[in-house]
């Protein structure tokens, strides 16, 4: 994805088969306000992901996510919760958030996972592929 969300890509044949797990705290975050914040935040920016590999979104961030977090303190919870997951390769906010996801290569971490954040947290909890 590009610009402001609008300009999708195709998946890259090296995530293609990965397992995402969309995780949502169910919080509202108007997207106006996120990027209202930004506007006033002079945090450093992240890197843009040059190509969709692995790699490069590894490298990558989501500038968005200091906004985000200030205003729903939880997404920060989240993001932590994810990143010590077994098995999660990239974590991340979506866009504007609330909603993150972490990729898995195995179904297994990923569900396994999933049913952690539901027992723990009264999230929303998705797992899902790159097809």
């Known amino acids: 994805m590009r610009g ?8 890259p044949a090296p995530l293609a088969g990965h ?7 169910g919080i509202h975050l108007p997207t106006a306000a ?13 890197r843009i992901a040059t190509s969709a ?11 968005l996510t200091a906004s985000a977090v200030k205003q729903v303190p ?3 919870d989240l993001l932590g919760f994810l990143q010590r997951s077994d098995g999660a ?5 979506s866009g504007s958030g609330a909603t993150c996801f972490a990729l ?8 396994r996972n999933a049913r952690l954040i539901a027992k723990r947290y009264d999230y929303w909890c998705k797992v899902t592929q790159f097809g």
Not at 4 to 9: A, E, H, N, P, S
Not at 19 to 25: A, I
Not at 89 to 93: C, D, E, P, T
């Open 74 to 76: 939880e997404i920060a």
């Open 34 to 46: 996120v990027f209202g914040s930004y506007r006033r935040f002079s945090g450093q920016r992240h």
């Open 4 to 11: 402001i969300g609008d300009k999708l890509m195709p998946v």
């Open 89 to 93: 390769s990239l974590v991340r906010m």
């Open 19 to 25: 397992q995402v797990l969309l995780v949502n705290p």
């Open 53 to 63: 590999d692995m790699r490069s979104l590894q490298q990558a961030g989501n500038s």
């Open 104 to 111: 898995y290569e195995r179904h297994a971490d990923a569900m």
